[in-house]
C-alpha cells in the first residue's frame, strides 16, 4: 500500500513475555519513528531513525525498548519483559527527511498494545 | 523545554457551529515550526498544516483556519460550519528544538460534532 503500515493491529501478552511490533514505512522515506500514545494523551517520542542508524534514542523509556531497522526501511520495535504499564498504541511514522522542521510525518494506524 | 498545552479537553458542537481549538506553546528557540494533526478514530495521525515561526498572517483551508499570535504563543484552530466527520482528536505539536528531529505533541482536544 501507499501508507505507513503497522502489524500487528492489536496484541494482547502476559506480563513478563517479550513482544515485537513491525513498522513498513513509505517507499523512499528515510527517516522513521516510533511514538507511544496512552489513552487520552498526546503521542510521545521514542525514537527516530535516519536510514538504519537510530539517530535520536532518547525517549525510549528503559532499557527493555529496543528497535531497530537493519535495511533502512522496515523497522522493528522490541520490547522485553513486557509490564502493565506498556500497554497503550504504538505508533510509526516516516517522512522524506527532518519533518520536524522541513515537512510532516506520515503515520501508521498504531499497534495496539495490551499487557495483562 | 518545549510544551504544548491543548487546555481543552472535550468540545462538543452541533453541525454548522464553528468551534476554535486553543493550543499554546513554550519553546526556547527564536524561530520554530508548529503543527497541527487529527487523529480520526481510525487512529492514524493526519498533518493538516505547518507553519513558521516568521509568519504571523492567518491562514484560510477551506473551512479551516489558524490563528497564530507569536506575542501570546498561540496557534489556534478554527472550523467553520462544523460536520460530523469533523470529529475525531486534534493535536497541536512542536519540534522539540531548532534542529530536532521529533515532536512534542500537546495531549489533544476531543472534537465531537453532532448531527
Known amino acids: 500500500g501507499a501508507g505507513v503500515s503497522q502489524t500487528p493491529s492489536n496484541k494482547v501478552t502476559e506480563k513478563g513475555k517479550y513482544v515485537e511490533l513491525r513498522c513498513d514505512p513509505i517507499?523512499?522515506?528515510?527517516?522513521l519513528y516510533w511514538y507511544r500514545q496512552s489513552l487520552g494523551q498526546g503521542p510521545e517520542f521514542l525514537i527516530y531513525f535516519q536510514g538504519t542508524g537510530a539517530a535520536d534514542d532518547s525517549g525510549l523509556p528503559n532499557d527493555r525498548f529496543f528497535a531497530v531497522r537493519p535495511e533502512g526501511s522496515v523497522s522493528t520495535l522490541k520490547i522485553q519483559r513486557t509490564e502493565r504499564g506498556d500497554s497503550a498504541v504504538y505508533l510509526c511514522?516516516?517522512?522524506?527527511?527532518?519533518?520536524?522542521?522541513?515537512?510532516?510525518?506520515?503515520f501508521g494506524e498504531g499497534s495496539r498494545l495490551t499487557v495483562l | 523545554a518545549q510544551k504544548v498545552t491543548q487546555a481543552q479537553t472535550e468540545i462538543s458542537v452541533v453541525e454548522k457551529e464553528d468551534v476554535t481549538l486553543d493550543c499554546v506553546y513554550e519553546t526556547r528557540d527564536t524561530t520554530y515550526y508548529l503543527f497541527w494533526y487529527k487523529q480520526p478514530p481510525s487512529g492514524e495521525l493526519v498533518f493538516l498544516i505547518r507553519r513558521n515561526s516568521f509568519d504571523e498572517q492567518n491562514e484560510i483551508s477551506g473551512r479551516y483556519s489558524w490563528n497564530f499570535q507569536k506575542s501570546t504563543s498561540s496557534f489556534n484552530f478554527t472550523i467553520t460550519a462544523s460536520q460530523v466527520v469533523d470529529s475525531a482528536v486534534y493535536f497541536c505539536a512542536l519540534p522539540t528544538d531548532n534542529y530536532g528531529q521529533n515532536f512534542v505533541f500537546g495531549p489533544g482536544t476531543r472534537l465531537s460534532v453532532l448531527p
Open positions: 511514522a516516516s517522512s522524506h527527511r527532518q519533518a520536524a522542521n522541513t515537512g510532516e510525518l506520515f
Open positions: 517507499s523512499g522515506h528515510t527517516a
